[in-house]
């Protein structure tokens, strides 16, 4: 079968690999319909991230199951969507619902990202997958949700929901303020995310037009972030989303945030070095989370919150071009790219 591989910043190339076989009666095979662009994806290709290559890139799809154990909770031309990460369902942290560290995997396992644990486990942009656990792994894709409009819900779109949605339930009404830029897409499902869950005001700051424009078409009002000038808080968020992945916007997000308030770090600050206005955070009383996203314990919830109408991360999708085109299309800035076949 073809897989994409990514080889280096900017090189990609199609590979002939073994296709996968079912090894358990719990396991699938399923083919990728439409996979999306991971806002990560970009700063791989770009060699703006430290992922060395050569690997299966792709890792946010729904797909077609082609084969299926006995017990595999699935069958042969079921729509379903795969989380990007690899989770049992069984062992201690799968059950407390930390998918993101089932410890029958490799820490940091997870499709088409082989550098966080070191271990291959296959690509999204390939003729095929194979699934683990599929009786935990797949959740079918509800009728009448389009493949293209939840394909980014294995990472993206999870990622963005959870973090507003959480402290939305705990302080239900607030006001939201979502800091954009460097997670492109994230930043934007948490702000429609936040529209749809019932927050008071969503304020949407990026520096770019064409994201402003997607978030006010997901029902938030948005305004130029505008640091450089030295823009500082006119106002004070209960929940604040810090999505630029900068120290300014890191700093200015600490500000932001009113007394008491919740702060979502979605954004990977690279190098690991990124100063954290602690003194200020302190007196306020924040809280401060900051993780990769559960992918699978994070679907039931997100995508009732997709079907329920209010919340439409389709919005954010700037391209759909063929699976054949996705090395060349890898590096377009965005915000969402989707491809199929
Ligand atoms: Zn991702
Ligand atoms: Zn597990």
Redo the contacts with the bound molecule.
């Keep these: 079968m073809q897989q994409l591989t990514f080889l280096s910043p900017g090189k990609f190339e199609w590979r002939d690999v073994p296709a996968p076989k079912l090894a358990a009666d719990t396991d699938a095979i399923v083919a990728p319909v439409a996979v999306a662009r991971c806002d990560l994806d970009l700063y791989i290709a770009i060699g703006a991230a430290p992922y060395p290559g050569p690997f299966a890139f792709g890792h946010e799809t729904v797909a077609r199951v082609v084969e299926a154990g006995s017990a595999s909770g699935v069958r042969p031309g079921d729509l379903v969507v795969v989380p990007f990460q690899l ?5 201690r ?2 059950r407390r619902g930390h ?1 993101n560290a ?3 995997y490799p820490f940091g396992a997870a499709y088409g990202l082989k550098p966080t644990s070191k271990t291959e486990f296959g690509g999204a942009l390939s003729d095929l997958m194979y699934v683990p656990f599929a009786d935990h792994m797949l959740v079918h894709l509800p009728a009448g949700i389009d493949p293209v409009a939840a394909a980014s819900l294995s990472d993206n779109i999870a990622d963005g929901w959870r973090g507003v949605a959480a402290p939305l339930t705990e302080r239900p009404g607030a006001a939201v303020l979502v800091v954009g830029g460097l997670a492109r897409s994230v930043g934007l499902y948490a702000a429609g995310a936040a529209v749809a869950l019932g927050a008071g005001r969503v304020l949407y700051l990026d520096d770019d037009a064409g994201r402003r424009a997607a978030a006010e078409a997901m029902g938030a009002v948005s305004e130029p972030l505008a640091l450089a000038e030295g823009r500082q808080p006119g106002e004070q968020f209960e929940i604040v989303v810090e999505a630029a992945g900068t120290v300014e916007a890191l700093g200015f997000a600490v500000n932001a945030c009113a007394p008491n308030g919740y702060l979502a770090g979605l954004s990977i600050h690279f190098g690991n070095k990124t100063p954290m206005p602690l003194t200020a955070a302190y007196l306020k009383g924040l809280t401060f989370h900051t993780s990769r996203v559960h992918s699978r314990a994070t679907f039931p919830e997100a995508l009732s919150c997709m079907t329920c109408g209010r919340f439409h991360p389709e919005r954010v999708t700037s391209r759909v071009v063929p699976f054949a085109e996705a090395g060349e299309a890898m590096t377009d800035p965005g915000p969402k790219i989707v491809f199929t076949r």
């Design positions: 989770s049992c369902g069984r062992c942290n799968c998918t089932c410890e029958a």
